[in-house]
């Protein structure tokens, strides 16, 4: 049982490239969410899911895209990159939505935009 | 969704001493988390707390809850060098998917 786990742990893009952050957990978890975190700050809503095919905006969705075609995975698309998303990307998942629903996090992806 | 408010920002305190960190929040919850944050890692869940509990313990943990007052607060007791980590707390309403942070406390503390 491996938990949240994120591909890769490092990356850097040029300014304008397009890539995807990968997300998977093995929990059989319904709901799952992006968060990115900057320098000494706290973390901040990109999209979440509540299940497999819905998807929804949280506090920072420009530039972010997501889908959810499985239960386990939850990609994180980055359109053309730009230096103000260079920060550390979190993805989390939890068991239950509503009043029981403690987040398991993965370890991050530290990405930088040149 | 709502975002709690940890305060104080920071915190500094030597080995074996008690820590002491609080959250506020603006609406009725169902629960209250606690996570921590070491540098560079992902948040690891702590302690839940529900709405109808007053008191919760695990460990070296307490945590409160005062509904009426809209606030929680998370002690660490005989800190270890190894607690030094940021720690936010989450209140969670029945039905909100969103789960919004605060910018958290940050806890160092002194060998």
């Known amino acids: 049982n491996a938990g949240v786990t994120q591909t890769p742990k490092f990356q850097v893009l040029k300014t304008g490239q397009s890539m995807t952050l990968q997300c998977a957990q093995d929990?059989?978890?319904?709901?799952m969410s992006w968060y990115r975190q900057d320098p000494g700050m706290g973390l901040r809503l990109i999209h979440y899911?509540?299940?497999?095919?819905?998807?929804d905006q949280g506090e920072v969705p420009n530039g972010y895209n997501v889908s959810r075609s499985t239960t386990e995975d939850f990609p994180l698309r980055l359109l053309s990159a730009a230096p103000s998303q260079t920060s550390v990307y979190f993805c989390a998942a939890s068991a239950r939505i509503g009043s029981y629903n403690e987040q398991f996090f993965g370890p991050g992806t530290r990405l930088t935009v040149l | 969704s709502q975002q709690g408010e940890e305060d104080p920002q920071a915190l500094s305190i030597q080995e074996g001493e008690n820590a002491t960190m609080n959250c506020s929040y603006k609406t009725s919850i169902n629960n209250l988390q606690w996570y921590r944050q070491n540098s560079g890692r992902g948040l690891v869940h702590l302690i839940l707390i529900r709405s109808n509990e007053r008191e919760k313990h695990s460990g070296r943990l307490r945590v409160t809850l005062d509904t009426s007052k809209k606030s929680s607060s998370l002690l660490i007791t005989a800190s270890r060098a190894a607690d030094t980590a940021s720690y936010f707390c989450a209140p969670t309403t029945s039905g909100t998917y969103k789960y919004i942070f605060g910018t958290g406390t940050r806890l160092k503390v002194l060998a």
């Open positions: 899911s509540v299940g497999a095919g819905i998807t």
């Open positions: 929990m059989n978890h319904e709901y």
